[in-house]
């Protein structure tokens, strides 16, 4: 059974920082790009970064790109996003997600962890 579960998340002043982590079991990690997504409250799911297998492809949405950095642990099952000079509108539910090899069909999501920036 695969699992991913989201941890790290919680209420920040603008300007600060966190980081999210991503534990996954039950799936041959390695073999799986990961991607993390958020969604806002009444506004749909958007995509924030993605790592390829191997971690040496990054891809950021332009509305964090900078401020934001997606990373991995191949030995350790987890993804990592760390973001920083954190806004207001950064708000919302950010959730992990796990694409086989170069696929963009995200199969696996976790329960997400909630981010709250206080202007």
């Known amino acids: 059974q695969v699992q991913l579960v989201e941890s790290g998340g919680g209420k920040v002043q603008a300007g600060g920082s966190l980081r999210l982590s991503c534990a996954a079991s039950?799936?041959?990690?390695?073999?799986?790009?990961m991607g993390w997504f958020r969604q806002a409250p009444g506004k749909g799911r958007e995509f924030v970064a993605r790592?390829?297998?191997?971690?040496?492809?990054?891809i950021y949405a332009d509305s964090v790109k900078g401020r934001v950095t997606i990373s991995r642990d191949n030995v350790k099952n987890t993804v990592y996003l760390q973001m920083n000079s954190l806004k207001p509108e950064d708000t919302a539910v950010y959730s992990c997600?796990?694409?086989?090899?170069?696929?963009?069909?995200?199969?696996?999501w976790g329960q997400g962890t909630q981010v709250t920036v206080n202007s």
């Open positions: 997600s796990a694409a086989y090899g170069s696929g963009s069909n995200y199969a696996y």
């Open positions: 039950g799936l041959t990690f390695s073999s799986y790009a």
């Open positions: 790592i390829s297998t191997g971690g040496g492809t990054k």
